[in-house]
């Protein structure tokens, strides 16, 4: 089971939609602290992880996050997001669902949904103490890095709520 898939025309395609649609989730925002916001990107880069996989969560959460940083004004963070919001992706994508989209009809029972949970519980730490060092490093500031926990923790709060409620309907489309 070890088959090595190459991006077909489709994939990419689908990875730029989900990109654009990431950046314009991100846009969605109510900003909090210095520097820090709880947006809806990392619900729908949740909901991308567990419905499409690992491959398409991280590519279209790295170019997503990184675009929206470079075009709204956080030029700093660009790099960071594409690196932090990418393995984010990956992260819940291949823990929920694996790298590549499958159907779904070969899954049994609700236990994708404590893949879900798992792999947006992951990717949050992950983010979490990503930014972490992002802020620190942008701002010069422990203290400013530490002071943004509560928005981190928040947009990943919002971002598991939000996903496991639309992921079931979307799992379903996804085999379309």
């Given amino acids: 089971m070890n088959e090595k898939r190459k991006f077909s025309v489709r994939d990419i395609v689908f990875i730029g939609v989900l990109a654009a649609m990431c950046a314009i989730a991100t846009s969605f925002k109510i900003p909090f602290g210095v520097g820090a916001m709880v947006h809806l990107g990392t619900a729908f880069l949740f909901t991308v992880g567990i419905c499409f996989g690992g491959i398409y969560a ?74 972490i060092v992002a802020w620190w490093q942008v701002t010069g500031s422990l203290a400013t890095a530490f002071a943004n926990m509560p928005s981190s923790l928040m947009t990943s709060g919002v971002g598991l709520v939000v996903a496991m409620i639309l992921s079931p309907k979307l799992r379903k489309s996804v085999n379309r």
């Fill in 58 to 131: 991280g590519l279209a959460a790295a170019i997503g996050s990184a675009f929206y940083d470079l075009i709204m004004g956080f030029s700093p963070y660009t790099l960071w997001s594409f690196v932090i919001k990418g393995t984010a992706g990956l992260i819940v994508g291949t823990v929920a669902k694996g790298l590549w989209p499958t159907p779904v009809l070969n899954e049994v029972g609700n236990g994708w949904v404590w893949r879900a949970v798992l792999g947006c519980v992951l990717a949050a730490a992950w983010t979490l103490s990503g930014y």
